[in-house]
């Protein structure tokens, strides 16, 4: 019940991330929800999370077993999105946990 995707392709974890709620993303995680389930555009939650900067619940994720080098459906990874959206702090974060990108790290240039 935990990993139950609704009609938009996405899970209460993926809702949960989206939106920082970290003691939400904490207690689904406990309950057996699948960090690296992807939505219905090949999403995951970390991905929702680094969309949006949520940097303690990317942080969370990744601890818990979230896979950083994980493509959506554009074959991007959480780190392009969080260079896409301009989340500074969140690129960097998930560039320290090994985001490699065709072979060879991507390198910040702000």
């Keep these: 019940m935990v990993n139950e995707m609704n009609n938009d392709g996405c899970t ?7 939106r920082g709620h970290i003691e939400t993303v904490e207690m689904l995680i ?14 995951t ?10 940097v303690d619940t ?3 994720l990744v601890e818990s077993g979230a896979d950083v080098s994980k493509k959506n459906f554009d074959g991007l990874t959480a780190h392009w999105l ?3 959206t301009g989340h500074k702090d969140m690129a960097a ?18």
């Design 12 to 18: 209460a974890l993926m809702y949960a991330a989206d």
């Design 58 to 60: 990317a942080v969370l």
């Design 93 to 110: 974060l998930l560039l320290q946990y090994g985001d490699d990108v065709h072979g060879k790290p991507f390198h910040l240039d702000f």
């Design 30 to 43: 406990d309950k057996g929800a699948d960090i690296n389930r992807a939505s219905s555009n090949g999403s």
């Design 82 to 84: 969080a260079m896409k």
């Design 45 to 54: 939650p970390l991905m929702y999370a680094a969309l949006r900067g949520h």
